[in-house]
């Protein structure tokens, strides 16, 4: 169902949205920050950053779908309307503007502001893309009775959790397991300036990537809680 090339192909084009997401944030912290006020530039960013990066996950959302359609070769459409806004852009912007304990120079805090949303810009972007094909293959799923399982695919710099998941392959009941969500942690788990993705495949077809390799990592360093493993593996493979 889904090859590398193809993989790779939509992992180019939401690294050049995250892109334009994190110029677009600078733009927005340049213009609306007060450097010396931190409740003026909460204030500001919560109005002016989610309309300036709109445009950029809308467009996520729509080459997402395209890819999709183009992938899956169903032959129906793929869903294509955004999701509605989470707060996650407006949770980071609280953090991003309540510095705990270090409160940068006034020189700084522009960076500092930008630093921090980068990430989240790039998130927002990149949850968009991985909603939209949760959402597509679990409504082929559900309703269409299409067989597919779900993989977390690592690409370059994939951290301990990531390559732990990928490890397993397409054994995921839904697309949200496969991107971390477990009953008491319901949102999908990836961190800012994280590059996999959730790939849908058809049950018996073979990976867009290499399992045993990450397999053979896990395996590794298996042993104890989820947590040990983890430690073990960022010990033993250099994994962020």
Not at 95 to 102: E, L, Q, S
Not at 160 to 183: I, K, N, Q
Request: a positive charge.
């Amino acid at each position: 169902m889904t090859t590398a090339v193809q993989a790779r192909d939509l992992r180019r084009a939401i690294d050049i949205l995250s892109r334009a997401a994190m110029r677009r944030t600078y733009q927005v912290v340049q213009s609306v920050a007060v450097p010396g006020d931190m409740a003026a530039t909460r204030v500001n960013l919560n109005v002016a950053l989610q309309p300036a990066l709109q445009p950029v996950i809308d467009a996520s959302v729509m080459a997402t779908a395209n890819w999709y359609e183009d992938t899956t070769a169903l032959g129906w459409a793929a869903i294509d309307t955004p999701e509605a806004d989470d707060g996650a852009l407006h949770r980071a912007i609280g953090w991003a503007t309540n510095p705990p304990g270090i409160v940068p120079s006034l020189e700084e805090q522009n960076d500092w502001w930008f630093r921090k949303l980068a990430g989240s810009s790039q998130r927002a972007v990149a949850n968009a893309s991985r909603r939209t094909i949760a959402r597509n293959v679990d409504r082929d799923y559900h309703q269409r009775r299409v067989s597919i399982g779900y993989a977390r695919m690592p690409f370059g710099g994939a951290c301990a959790f990531c390559v732990m998941l990928a490890s397993r392959g397409a054994v995921y009941h839904s697309a949200r397991t496969a991107g971390g969500a477990t009953r008491n942690r319901p949102a999908e788990q990836f961190h800012d300036h994280c590059r996999c993705s959730i790939v849908p495949v058809k049950r018996g077809e073979e990976l867009p990537f290499d399992v045993d390799y990450y397999a053979r990592l896990y395996q590794e360093s298996a042993g104890g809680s989820t947590r040990e493993v983890l430690a073990r593996m960022r010990a033993d493979h250099g994994l962020r």
